[in-house]
């Protein structure tokens, strides 16, 4: 599945990186309250280089385990980046993620891209199932995934340690058939 580029939401558009996006990226990506609950905790220029160079390349989803990457343009400047991630083919499951610099929060873009995600995987890509997954802590991302209706299905203890210490895993999700029901 490769959309056309660029997407156009109500507000903002949504294209796939390229490397003279560095700039935008390390401006946000950079900054410790945006990486805090990141499993990637890239940080310098030449790091977050190299996390950029990786998603210049992944703007199509053709096999399971792909992820399509996308830049969040705001009046020509990137102000943040999601994900929708290709689980898997057989059973038709899926994952989206986002960041948004926070300059640019507490103003519905990343709801309205998260959305837009939803609608490529359901609609373009046919799945059935989509997750999302945070660190309870991290309370603006799991007050999104309820904005979008998805349900919380699991609170995973101490799952991992992140930045040296343990970090819980709440996992939400949305049926196809449940987004179709809702108004
Ligand atoms: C997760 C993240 C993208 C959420 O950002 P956000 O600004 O809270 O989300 P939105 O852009 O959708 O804005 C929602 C807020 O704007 C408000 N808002 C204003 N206008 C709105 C609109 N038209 N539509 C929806 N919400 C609107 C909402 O009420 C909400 O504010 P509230 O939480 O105080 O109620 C942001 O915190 C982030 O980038 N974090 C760092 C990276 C990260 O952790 N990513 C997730 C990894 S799992």
Known sequence: MKPDFPIRTE????RPFTADDLDDFLAYRALP???RYLYNDASTRDECGKVLAQRVGETELTAAGQRLILAVELDGRVIGDAMLKWLSEK?????IGYSLHPAFQGRGYATEVARTMLTLGFDELGLHRIVAECDPRNEP???LMERLGMRREAH???WAILRGEWSDLVVY???AE???SRP
């Open 141 to 143: 991302s799991w007050r």
């Open 173 to 175: 999700a949305l049926l």
């Open 33 to 35: 309250e945006v990486r």
């Open 156 to 158: 995973f203890r101490e």
């Open 91 to 95: 059973d038709r499951q899926g994952e």
């Open 11 to 14: 507000r903002l558009l949504l």
């Open 178 to 180: 449940e987004r179709r």
